[in-house]
């Protein structure tokens, strides 16, 4: 049984819309594909004609003459249909292949831009399927069965018209024939299909998704001797596959018998009514042969049509995937926003940052920060703790306008977050995470990611002002050595060291760091801090505090419990008084001494 999805999914008339605005953008190349590709068709549809033509002569005496005529117009035209064929071939290239990039583009950028709170509550597997399991879907039809299937249509249709000048007659009494059950078939195939690939490329979403949580918890679960359990959970999965694929070969398997018995019925009708024709002398041997050869020849684009059929259902299925991540509402920092007049500080000052009444969660109705009220000082320097739960990573994000606020607003050097685009965020505010992400590229290169404009001699110095230079240096090509999964591999603190060398070249006013040294030693998260500190001089700072030592060189310590501020004040004042704070350090200096 899948789940429901976590993402939304498009409705096919939405997904429709997108792939016929696609190619609307390519309308001319597109007339030209079907052009070219009718061309080559007409051209090769000339044999059974051409036969019926030798059969007449043969039977009227004539049939050398006739039979060097027709053997030398179907070399002809056989050659001019390869020819036009070859030409289709590479504009169905071109314009499926640039289609297909926009639309990867496209859905790239949405993603990019999706609130990360939407990302949280869905989890990466399902992102992951979408963009990678889907796109390949996608990228499969678009390059076979896509021009398959138009070749297969426009031959169906023009065999049909060949039948037409060939005898009308014999062609109403094929489809009388075999119209009938094959749009019974294709109604009730149509009415069910749609619904049986969607819920299959869930099942793969779903089964994808719990593979990689249990590779990235592969330690966990070692650990607690829960595998079993989680093979449980993986067999069910991979039992919904299943069935979402028996669903849809069902589909399949009740339409391809009816199509195939529709054209066997339609083959005997023109033989019967034809030989009462011919009897009568109403039509010719060669016409009903010729109409009955392209009876036979309907067989190849039907069977084309059939085989591809289920390459685009899975496509359907993948693209109202597809184009649901591009109807979630993007972050607001991404689109819509006033842009700030760009005028660069005359020196690193920092910004205030005040928040009046915000409120904030990742589930309806349960707020993680509710009516908060903080007022920074430019230049200040404040430590947020609090218990674990508290709100603290949550106000970090919120501050780096990861988030948007439910109510109550955030103002950035007097600026509302909300009225700022994602660079003006960017030029005005740094967040450094926890977990400091390595991009599978060179050192320079990840350190550029938050300045691109930095040279190598500020990169080596942002690096030793963290502590890293050493190591960095000792690298096998020094700056240019590749890192990250594809690379060079780096520990917990290295990573946390470059995210911090990101934050020194990107130079912002204010900075907001969420336990940034959190990987590091004690003795080197504080040399590190007292570097930190000479080249943060002037700017605002917010540091979310692990350890609470680091929180006694804060000009102000703002303590929160249940998404609140229950406490502010330097070290000393709060210690001074019975409360909040005083209870967490006097927990982490036991914790400490405990420890030692």
């Known amino acids: ?82 020819a036009f064929h070859y030409l289709a071939g590479i504009t169905a290239a ?33 992102f992951t399927s979408r963009l990678t399991s889907d796109v390949n879907v996608l990228v499969r039809a678009v390059r ?50 749609p619904a049986r690939y969607l819920a299959e490329r869930q099942a793969h979403a779903d089964l994808a998704s719990g593979l990689l949580q249990c590779y990235r918890g592969r330690s966990t679960l070692a650990a607690y001797r ?45 033989i019967i009514v034809g030989a009462a024709l011919v009897g009568a002398g109403a039509a010719t041997v060669g016409a009903v042969s010729a109409i009955a050869l392209y009876i036979v020849r309907l067989q190849a684009p039907v069977s084309t049509l059939l085989e591809e059929l289920d390459a685009i259902q899975q496509a359907t299925a993948a693209s109202t995937r597809l184009v649901g991540i591009a109807q979630i509402p993007r972050h607001r920092g991404t689109i819509g926003a006033r ?31 509710q009516a908060l009220d903080l007022h920074v000082q430019a230049g200040e320097r404040i430590t947020i703790v609090g218990s674990s739960g508290a709100g603290k990573t949550t106000l970090a994000k919120l501050l780096a306008g990861l988030h948007e606020p439910w109510s109550g607003e955030i103002r950035i050097g007097g600026h ?19 977990e400091g992400h390595i991009f599978s590229r060179t050192v320079a290169d990840n350190v550029r990611l938050a300045a691109h404009g930095v040279t190598e001699e500020q990169i ?60 590091l030693d004690p003795s080197a998260a504080a040399r590190t801090e007292h570097h930190l500190s000479a080249a943060l001089a002037g700017r605002t700072v917010i540091t979310v505090a692990h350890r609470l030592d680091s929180a006694t060189r804060a000009d102000r310590i703002v303590v929160m419990e249940a998404g609140r501020v229950v406490e502010c004040g330097s070290h000393e004042e709060l210690l001074a008084r019975p409360g909040h704070y005083a209870a967490l350090w006097q927990q982490w200096r036991s914790s400490r001494a405990s420890g030692a």
């Open 1 to 82: 049984m899948t789940t429901q999805p976590l993402l939304p999914v498009a409705g096919h008339q939405a997904a429709r819309a997108r792939i016929i605005r696609l190619l609307r953008d390519r309308w001319r190349r597109l007339v030209l594909l079907i052009l070219l590709s009718g061309t080559s068709i007409a051209a090769t549809l000339s044999g059974p004609m051409l036969i019926g033509m030798v059969i007449d002569a043969v039977m009227g005496g004539d049939g050398q003459r006739v039979v060097t005529f027709a053997a030398l117009a179907y070399a002809v035209l056989a050659a001019t249909g390869a």
């Open 339 to 369: 842009p700030l007049a760009r005028q660069p500080l005359a020196r690193p000052e920092g910004i205030d940052v005040v928040l009046s009444g915000v409120e904030f969660g990742y589930e309806p109705g349960r707020p993680v920060v």
């Open 226 to 270: 829960a595998g079993g359990r989680y093979r449980w959970s993986m067999a069910q999965r991979g039992r919904a596959v299943l069935d979402a694929g028996l669903s849809t070969t069902a589909a399949r398997n009740r339409l391809r018998p009816a199509v195939r018995l529709s054209l066997g019925l339609a083959l005997i009708g023109v």
């Open 144 to 193: 076979e069965s896509a021009p398959n299937v138009l070749f297969a249509a426009l031959e169906l249709i023009l065999i049909v018209v060949a039948l037409l000048l060939v005898d009308w007659r014999l062609c109403i009494v094929a489809l009388l024939a075999g119209a009938p059950l094959t749009v019974a078939a294709g109604a009730w195939y149509a009415r069910r299909a």
């Open 460 to 519: 080596n110095e942002a690096l030793a002002l963290v502590g890293a230079g050493s190591w960095a240096a000792g690298l096998p090509q020094g700056l240019d050595t590749l890192v990250g999964e594809e690379g060079h591999g780096l520990g917990p603190p290295q990573a946390q060291q470059i995210g911090l060398a990101r934050l020194v070249c990107a130079d912002p006013p204010v900075v907001v760091m969420d336990e940034a040294t959190a990987e």
């Open 94 to 126: 071109r314009v499926g292949e640039s289609a297909l990039r926009e639309l990867r583009v496209e859905v790239f950028d949405h993603a990019l831009g999706v609130p990360l709170d939407v990302v949280d509550r869905a989890g990466t597997g399902e």
């Open 416 to 434: 509302r977050t909300h009225d700022l685009g994602a660079e003006e965020m960017a030029r005005l505010v740094a967040l450094v995470p926890q």
